[in-house]
């Protein structure tokens, strides 16, 4: 006797069909077991053709790649499937919240960050001058001015100049006058000016301060040495100008 539909192929013995239906029994209590807590286990490949809706948490040990190129790693990390640490792709950090990309293009919006909307911070100083100044006879300050650092910033490029006008009480061929400029403890070039009953130096300085911090200060300071004590204290003066230019 064959079996219906199937010609002169046997009926399957009562061993061949007792051995499937433990086989069923067992693919059957294999996926109750996968699917116990409302969750399920998927050991191997799953292929979604149309959309994928998950409720709830999702738990992922190892990767996933998605077919659009994206891959979300077992640490929470979202990165493109061609990343190379410095060199391609793209990667969102999910410890850190870094994200590494190379270019950036926006859209018309607004910016949040205020170190990307304000970049840079401007202080000027014009006309800030000490008269009747007496000329110390070894280095010292004789006009300073102090800016304070904006919050957020930690570098500045600073340029000033210190512009002197000073006179002698006595006339001699070997008298001179050492002027520098300084910027906190930096020093801009020394100039020695021949003394000769009166003397105009401007003196400028430029430099970059790093390792700055917000309440901080930036202080120009106009230094002055007379090696004889030839300068006349009633008619000597010095004016101070600047730019500091704030970097993030």
Known sequence: MSAPGLGNVPPPSADWMAKKIKELEKAIADLRTARSGNYTTIDGTLDVPGNLNVSGTTSLDGSLTLQGGAVLTASGDVQSANYDPGNAGWKLDGTTGDIEINDI?????????????????????????????????????????????????????????????????????????????????????????????????????????????????????????????????AFNSVTLNGLVVFLR
């Not at 304000?118 to 800030?128: H, K, M, Y």
């Not at 930690?154 to 006058?177: N, P, R």
Request: aromatic share 8%; no cysteine.
């Open 105 to 233: 293009t926006l859209r018309g919006g607004i910016i949040g960050d205020d170190a990307l909307t304000n970049p840079t911070d401007l202080a000027t100083f014009e006309g800030v001058a000490t008269f009747s100044m007496t000329v110390p006879t070894s280095f010292a300050s004789v006009i300073s001015k102090s800016v304070t650092v904006p919050a957020g910033f930690t570098k500045a490029f600073v340029l000033a100049i210190a512009s002197y006008q000073l006179f002698a009480t006595t006339w001699s061929t070997t008298a001179f006058v050492a002027l520098k400029t300084r910027v906190n403890s930096h020093d801009g070039p020394q100039l020695d000016v021949a003394f000769l009953g009166s003397t105009s130096a401007a003196v400028p300085v430029s430099t970059t301060l790093t390792g700055l911090s917000g309440g901080g200060s930036v202080t120009v300071q106009g230094w002055a040495e007379d090696s004889g004590s030839n300068t006349a204290p």
